[in-house]
């Protein structure tokens, strides 16, 4: 069954260092998202990307996070200069279509790790 | 106005019985209700959703019931099963502009099933 992989499983990094997430979405998936997870808390939504540009972002995602699809296989979530606060669980997600059916399938997530 | 509510935290149920977790939102835009079941180290995964046009939806054990002018739904698991333990979170999306995949999620349930 097709998924998607995300790499870390787990980074653990200094705070003001830059971090890069990596995910490789279902081949046939067109839609990219990336949402987070504080330890206890709900999952929040932070991006969404589709055709090489963001499509809507959450006011989690300031001027420190990025997105990209580097390559035909790899979405990546950036964080510039990593703080405590950042620290939490990261999903990327994907789904085929563009239709509101939230039909989104998440990876086993990142955990970051900042001290 | 973007926040989903969910109810209870926890849930301990013996094996057998009826687990009901219940949502409540506030933005009448949503007009996508999904509920996620995540296993521990997993990402959430779909479990079964609904749309405001219908006031149930089953699918095997699980069931969805949707009042739209309480701006509530809730899960029903009908004999509940041990491997049923997971956390569950309720979401709600709405269609239209860049807002496809955007899920707001409720804060979890984790549940219990006692064999």
């Known amino acids: 069954e097709p998924e998607v992989t995300q790499t870390p499983s787990h980074q653990v990094t200094q705070m003001g260092q830059e971090v890069i997430l990596r995910c490789v979405p279902i081949?046939?998936?067109?839609?990219f998202y990336w949402y987070r997870q504080i330890l206890g808390q709900k999952v929040e939504f932070l991006v969404s990307?589709?055709?090489?540009?963001?499509?809507?972002k959450s006011e989690i995602f300031d001027d420190q996070f990025s997105v990209e699809r580097p390559d035909g296989s790899n979405f990546t979530l950036k964080i510039r200069s990593t703080k405590l606060e950042d620290s939490a669980m990261y999903f990327c997600?994907?789904?085929?279509?563009?239709?509101?059916?939230?039909?989104?399938?998440f990876g086993e997530g990142s955990r970051l790790t900042v001290l | 106005q973007q926040q989903v509510k969910q109810s209870p935290q926890s849930l301990i149920v013996q094996k057998g019985g009826i687990s009901i977790i219940n949502c409540a939102y506030e933005?009448?835009?949503?007009?996508?209700f999904p509920w996620y079941q995540q296993f521990p180290g997993k990402g959430p995964a779909l479990l079964i959703a609904?749309?405001?046009?219908?006031s149930e939806k089953k699918e095997g054990r699980f069931t969805i019931s949707f009042n739209k002018s309480a701006k509530q739904f809730s899960l029903h698991i009908m004999d509940s099963q041990p491997g049923d333990s997971a956390t569950y979170f309720c979401?709600?999306?709405?269609?239209?502009?860049?807002?496809?995949?955007?899920?707001?999620f409720g804060q979890g349930t984790i549940l219990t099933v006692h064999p």
């Open positions: 997600a994907s789904s085929r279509t563009r239709t509101n059916t939230g039909e989104l399938f």
């Open positions: 081949s046939n998936h067109l839609y």
């Open positions: 990307f589709y055709n090489n540009e963001i499509s809507e």
């Open positions: 933005n009448t835009a949503f007009d996508y």
């Open positions: 609904i749309r405001p046009d219908v």
């Open positions: 979401a709600a999306s709405r269609g239209g502009g860049t807002s496809y995949g955007k899920l707001t």
